[in-house]
């Protein structure tokens, strides 16, 4: 497997309340797919922010807010190469009329790997977390502009990301219970030279072996812990919840 060094994330909402069915049809039996024909793809997964989900976030910036599901890419080098043809294809499948319209992408572009964390009792190496199967994730977005009212901290060893903020967190949700493992993300300098423009963000993404519901609330007290450091500001922190194909009832009238 080779060695991921970007993960390209995209934060996004269903425009029209009745076309999540016809949306997800065509992410996982279509659009998904065409990507591993890439090079420099080594794996995607999508997770749904259901109405119980959307009510449990501690965090949601109304930047964010609307969000329903949230894509990540695993790219691997050559990145720029990847990233070309990546928004080549998506252009490329819009004019064949295989891009879904009703949709909006609230944050998307690519976030460079600056942290992979396992939990000891799961075995598997950090690097191997996003393919082990998971319940769902809990996911952080934050800015990287300091809060104003941020208060400085002495500094500590990171893993060399230039920001020790986001490694502390994870290691601290690495530790509870029901989640496997923890990797951690920021704005890729890449982005704005291909075309995306994310801010200088950081997202950290937590895989959950549990109910993400059930866990979510003890991952809420360490995310709301971080306020009052030099972390940034959180625009999104809540669980999401692993979509298994054919099963797209969560928005449907009366789910």
């Known amino acids: 497997m080779a060695k991921v060094v970007v993960g390209f994330f995209s934060f996004t909402e269903v425009t029209d309340p009745t076309e999540h069915r016809s949306y997800n049809e065509w992410h996982q039996l279509d659009h998904m797919p065409e990507q591993y024909t890439l090079e420099g793809i080594v794996f995607g ?60 992408s609230r944050l998307s572009g690519p976030f460079t790997v600056t942290d992979k964390r396992a939990a000891p009792r799961v075995q598997v190496s950090a ?71 994310p801010g200088e963000k950081n997202i950290t993404v937590c895989y959950l072996d549990e109910d993400p519901l059930t866990v979510a609330p003890q991952l809420d007290r360490l995310v709301q812990g971080a306020d009052g450091t030099q972390w940034g500001v959180p625009l999104l922190a809540g669980p999401l919840e692993t979509i298994t194909p054919w099963c797209w009832d969560w928005f449907d009238e009366g789910a």
């Not at 999508?46 to 930047?63: M, Q």
């Not at 191997?128 to 809060?147: E, K, L, M």
């Open 45 to 104: 997964q999508r997770w749904v922010s259901t109405r119980a989900c959307r009510r449990a976030r501690v965090y949601d910036d109304p930047a964010l807010a609307p969000i329903h599901y949230m894509t990540l890419y695993l790219m691997s080098e050559p990145v720029d190469t990847t990233l070309e043809q990546f928004r080549a294809l998506g252009e490329s499948l819009r004019r064949a009329d295989r891009f879904f319209e009703h949709r909006r």
């Open 127 to 197: 690097e191997a977390i996003p393919y082990r199967p998971n319940r769902g994730i809990y996911v952080v977005v934050r800015s990287r502009i300091p809060s104003p009212d941020a208060v400085s901290e002495p500094p500590v060893a990171s893993s060399g990301t230039g920001d020790d903020a986001q490694p502390r967190l994870a290691g601290a949700l690495v530790d509870t219970e029901g989640v496997a493992g923890v990797w951690t993300f920021a704005t890729d300098p890449r982005s704005d030279r291909h075309g995306w423009h």
